[in-house]
Nanobody, 122 residues
Framework: QVQLVESGGGLVQAGGSLRLSCAAS????????MGWYRQAPGKQRELVAA???????NYADSVKGRFTISRDNAKNTVNLQMNSLKPEDTAVYYC????????????????WGQGTLVTVSS
């Protein structure tokens, strides 16, 4: 199994910054991709940013130029640096990974973290 532990959420004023971190653990053979999604009350969960093991990145249009995703493959971690935060960024942010586990056999898995709340005040 794979477990994800998220940290870094909190309360910040508009224009401020936060850094989210997510660490994966378990019987992992390879992490193909890690990313961050967010969900506000009454809204659909949406992709914020993702990065593959090869370093390719993808961002939602609403965060381009403000957020930066990075990863450390050796530590199985992913970070999301969020700058110039807006009230519209307020949501629960979820870490996600698509990985290959090694036991009992090689299998593709998708795992979600429990979420960390980001609140941006005006």
């Amino acid at each position: 199994q794979v477990q994800l532990v998220e940290s870094g959420g909190g309360l910040v004023q508009a224009g401020g910054s936060l850094r989210l971190s997510c660490a994966a653990s378990g019987s992992i053979f390879r992490i193909n991709a890690m990313g961050w999604y967010r969900q506000a009350p009454g809204k659909q969960r949406e992709l914020v940013a993702a990065v593959t093991s090869g370093g390719s990145t993808n961002y939602a249009d609403s965060v381009k130029g403000r957020f930066t995703i990075s990863r450390d493959n050796a530590k199985n971690t992913v970070n999301l640096q969020m700058n110039s935060l807006k009230p519209e960024d307020t949501a629960v942010y979820y870490c996600n990974t698509k990985a290959i586990v090694a036991a009992p056999t090689y299998r593709n898995v998708e795992v979600w973290g429990q979420g960390t709340l980001v609140t941006v005040s005006s």
